[in-house]
């Protein structure tokens, strides 16, 4: 399910909708060390690293990381309704 949120993240980060995809990359990351299901997959983690560089770019380091960090106190079920919740 964290997998699902993160290409979530990816295609609200691909819409410009950068706050979105950092709050949902952040609970993403989240359910995944609460569900010891971290990734090693090369090139999942390389996806997430380019995410969170483009992220850096358009917001800011700082801002980046509140917004990731609001996104960590979010439940799975309210990142999975924040995902799939229609975009204006």
Known sequence: MAHQVE???????AGGQYERSARLLGAAGKAREEMNSLSTAKHEIDELEQAMERLAEAMGVEERERVVAAGRLMSLDDAVTLALEATE
Do not use: N
């Not at 290409?7 to 980060?13: P, R, T």
């Open 7 to 13: 290409c979530f993240a990816y295609i609200a980060l």
